[in-house]
Nanobody
Framework: EVQLVESGGGLVQAGGSLRLSCAAS????????IGWFRQAPGKEREGVSCISSSDGSTYYSDSVKGRFTISSDNAKNTVYLQMNSLKPEDTAVYYCAARLAWIPGRGDEGYGYWGQGTQVTVSS
């Protein structure tokens, strides 16, 4: 059974940091790209960052570039999203997802596996 389980969300003040984790199981992790997405109330889901588990290539959206860092621990089948200098506009439910193709960008096409999400709230 394929599972993606996010953790690490919470409430933080503006300027603070959080580290999200996405633990994967049930598929060959090294063959997949893992993406982080977020959805704020009343807004469309947006791609934040993604990483190729095979070679470590990364992508960041302009809204998080320089503040967020994505990394992968293939031995643990886990992808992390280190979020620094958080802003109230980063408040959203954050989801991780997996797909076979490495296509750097914000799109969610082809992501067949999704986690349940973790809430991130940044207070001003």
């Amino acid at each position: 059974e394929v599972q993606l389980v996010e953790s690490g969300g919470g409430l933080v003040q503006a300027g603070g940091s959080l580290r999200l984790s996405c633990a994967a199981s049930g598929f060959t992790f090294d063959d997949y790209a893992i993406g982080w997405f977020r959805q704020a109330p009343g807004k469309e889901r947006e791609g934040v960052s993604c990483i190729s588990s095979s070679d470590g290539s990364t992508y960041y959206s302009d809204s998080v570039k320089g503040r967020f860092t994505i990394s992968s621990d293939n031995a643990k089948n886990t992808v992390y999203l280190q979020m620094n200098s958080l802003k109230p506009e980063d408040t959203a439910v954050y989801y991780c997802a997996a797909r076979l193709a490495w296509i750097p960008g914000r799109g969610d096409e082809g992501y067949g596996y999704w986690g349940q999400g973790t809430q991130v709230t940044v207070s001003s």
